[in-house]
């Protein structure tokens, strides 16, 4: 799997307890249309862990937004904000735990029909080359037969011999 950096979301960290996800997307839509803002809450308080991500439609707009906003202040706290990195839990954004256990359902099934067509292709893919394969000898061994039986007929046919003594001559 590919655990580069997410290029259109960005982490912003050093969030006062006032902000929440509306004025965080108040700070940051002067830089071009937003997809989503998220600030993950503390299961313990219910209050946001003083991070959030806001996530951009456009890269550029993304980056803009990181250039500008990376070191500015918002009530009264310096904003760190960096590209986000993917998660790294199972599951995604809140992990398994979070979700009921028939919600991969789907997604499983899709994979085991991916599975299962891709196994079908290759066998399809498979039986053909073995067909191509057989063909191929079947051209081979009657090419070879086709040049034993010249060979036999050349023997035989008088016009064959004179032709073979011509060629002799002319390469002498």
């Known amino acids: 799997m590919n655990q580069g950096v997410q290029k259109n979301t960005l982490y912003v960290g050093g969030l006062a307890e006032e902000v929440n996800e509306s004025i ?3 700070a940051f839509i002067p830089f071009g249309d937003i997809k989503d803002v998220k600030t993950p809450l503390d299961q313990a308080t219910q209050k946001h862990r003083s991070f959030g991500f806001v996530t951009f439609l456009e890269r550029e707009d993304a980056a803009a937004a990181m250039d500008n906003m990376d070191g500015a202040e918002l009530y009264g706290r310096v904003l760190t904000v960096n590209y986000a990195l993917p998660e790294k839990i199972k599951g995604g954004e809140q992990g398994w735990a979070a979700q009921p ?35 191929h000898r079947k051209k081979m ?28 001559q002319n390469a002498a």
């Not at 359902?105 to 057989?134: G, H, I, K, P, V």
């Not at 090419?143 to 016009?159: F, T």
């Open 24 to 26: 965080l997307h108040a």
């Open 101 to 135: 256990i028939w919600a991969d359902a789907d997604t499983w099934f899709e994979r085991q029909q991916q599975e299962e067509e891709m196994q079908r292709l290759q066998a399809e893919n498979q039986a053909a080359m073995q067909e191509a394969e057989e063909l």
């Open 141 to 168: 061994a009657e090419e070879r037969e086709g040049e034993k039986d010249e060979e036999a007929n050349a023997k035989d046919d008088p016009m064959a011999k004179a032709e073979a003594e011509v060629l002799k």
